[in-house]
């Protein structure tokens, strides 16, 4: 597993208090790992401050999965 | 009880009557002070009477100045757990001579920059799991007042701004009220004639205009840890002129 999946995945695991186990590549933050919208919207504040990008409202709304996710930042850092 | 001590507060209009009263009684209670207006003077004034504090000048009507805001006081102070917006300005005109530009002004500087200054501070509230926005809105913003539409719609609009944001935030431990005055004896009111005086004491049963700290202390109040448990609300301090 990639740094980057791995940074994502411990962000995903502190945030959301969920089992490492859950946070597979389809696990939707909302209807799989118990995400409410303001929980997403601090996601991708986390996510910008550990790999120093900044996520456009637009970008952001297409991250829906921990898959999503990494392969966002992975294009952008 | 109120103790503010590690706590950091910005609060805008400090060169104020009221901006100074709060900003003394959140610093009377330990919180470390950022104060801003558009007055140097009177604020560098104030922050050597309270002791330390950093000054930080901004025009409210400037969107980037606004913008920055946040982030200098976060710098000078190391965050911020209290955000106070207090500064607010009047273009007072019967509603059918109101120009645009009374109308924006007003808007801009009351409504906009309180929801820009609030966007500004809640990324560092949400992380900490604790945060304080209280929003001076005015009577006026619930009972209307004729020659302040533009005024009243903008308090009113900070009312409704801040249930709104106060139901996002309030599971991240960040609370948002409203302190509406009504009646306060400040250079403002000062300026009134003892005809128009009389007129307005005689709708105030207290029988008495208030003081700027009737309103630092209930401002205190909102922003203790003892108010954790009230959000959303507008709490009126006007001697009764208006019981809501």
Redesign the interface.
């Known amino acids: 597993m990639s740094d980057i999946a791995e940074r994502v995945k411990k962000i995903v695991v502190e945030h959301l208090s969920v089992d490492e186990s859950k946070v597979t590549d389809n696990a939707s933050f909302i209807d799989d790992l118990g995400a409410?919208s303001?929980d997403t919207v601090?996601l991708v504040?986390a996510f910008e401050e550990e790999f120093g990008i900044e996520i456009p409202d637009d970008a952001a709304e297409t991250i829906q999965t921990y898959g999503d996710a990494v392969k966002f930042i992975t294009a952008n850092s | 009880m109120f103790d503010l001590t590690g706590k950091t507060a910005l609060v805008t209009g400090a060169s104020g009557g009221i901006g100074g009263a709060v900003a003394k009684a959140l610093a009377g209670q330990g919180a470390k002070l950022a104060l801003s207006g558009t007055r140097v003077a009177p604020l560098e004034a104030l922050a050597g009477e309270i002791g330390e504090a950093a000054v930080l000048p901004c025009d409210l009507s400037d969107a980037e100045a606004v913008e920055a805001l946040p982030k200098r006081a976060a710098e000078a102070l190391g965050g911020v757990d209290i955000l106070i917006n207090n500064a607010g300005v009047t273009r007072d005109q019967l509603f059918m001579r109101m120009s645009d530009e009374d109308w924006a002004r007003v808007i801009a500087v009351n409504l906009t920059s309180v929801m820009r200054l609030s966007r500004g501070v809640l990324r560092g509230m949400m992380k900490a799991r604790w945060g304080r926005i209280v929003n001076i809105s005015s009577v006026v913003g619930v009972t209307g007042n004729p020659g302040q539409a533009n005024y009243a719609a903008s308090k009113a609009g900070v009312i409704g701004m801040s249930k709104s944001l106060a139901q996002e935030v309030a599971s991240r431990g960040v609370t948002v009220n409203c302190v509406a005055p009504g009646f306060i004896a400040t250079a403002m009111t000062d300026a009134l004639n003892e005809e128009q005086r009389g007129r307005i004491l005689g709708g105030i049963p207290a029988g008495r205009m208030g003081s700027a700290e009737e309103i630092a202390a209930a401002v205190v109040y909102l922003a203790s840890a003892e108010a954790a448990y009230v959000t959303g609300q507008t709490l009126h301090v006007n001697g009764g002129m208006a019981m809501i």
């Open positions: 409410d303001l601090e504040m």
